[in-house]
């Protein structure tokens, strides 16, 4: 997809003037900034140019939402953080979308692109009272019902923190490890780990001083 070809270009374009040696403008608390959300992908800064502008979120906008999320779902080390920010930076394309585009699947969606299967399961543990109906109305129904900024920024903490599969890999994830990582693509997430993602999650890792 062109977009996230764009999105990559640019993350490794910033990529060589980080270090590891300490986070950028870091939180109090543990999580993420703007700042450090537009270091890692600067084109967050803005949604000016959007071709969905409705979808677009900026780093300023997502970061509450985002650290919310993992107060909520108690993702407390910054390596498990790094991984959800840049899975959700690479299947949003730096936040442009929180739907589907390209092909185009009914129903996937949110910050972290999931399948509606996953949605499904996302609403019933969120908005248990509205999945009949929103069931029965079709796929985008049921992803409009977790695609509020509050949900949509969240569905990645709450995968991660719900899903079988990703029981046994948090512990190697939150080492910040590469294997912790790949294991966290193939097994928790059940996609391939690609170069492309690696990029953002480095530069995630270096931005978050993992």
């Avoid at 608390?29 to 703007?34: E, F, I, K, L, R």
């Avoid at 692109?113 to 399961?121: D, E």
């Avoid at 995968?159 to 948090?170: E, G, K, N, V």
Wanted: one cysteine or more.
């Amino acid at each position: 997809m062109y977009f996230k070809a764009a999105l990559i270009a640019a993350t490794f374009a910033t990529l060589s003037t980080l270090t590891i040696a300490a986070p950028i403008n870091a939180s109090p608390s543990g999580g993420v900034t703007a700042a450090i959300i537009t270091t890692i992908t600067p084109e967050t800064s803005s949604c000016a140019g959007a071709d969905h502008p409705d979808q677009c979120r900026t780093a300023e906008q997502a970061a509450p939402f985002i650290n919310n999320s993992f107060s909520k779902y108690g993702i407390t080390t910054k390596a498990e953080q790094a991984a959800l920010l840049s899975l959700m930076l690479f299947e949003s394309v730096g936040f442009k979308y929180n739907h589907n585009i390209s092909p185009g699947r009914p129903g996937q969606g949110t910050r972290n692109m999931q399948m509606i299967n996953f949605n499904t399961l996302y609403a019933q543990a969120v908005v248990p009272d509205k999945v009949a109906a929103a069931t029965a109305a079709g796929p985008d129904a049921v992803l409009a019902l977790v695609n509020t900024d509050d949900y949509s920024f969240a569905s990645a903490a709450w995968f991660l923190t719900s899903q079988p599969a990703c029981a046994p890999i948090r512990a190697e994830l939150q080492s910040g490890s590469t294997a912790g990582w790949s294991a966290y693509i193939t097994t928790c997430v059940g996609t391939t780990d690609t170069p492309d993602r690696d990029v953002i999650w480095t530069a995630a890792k270096a931005a978050m001083g993992v």
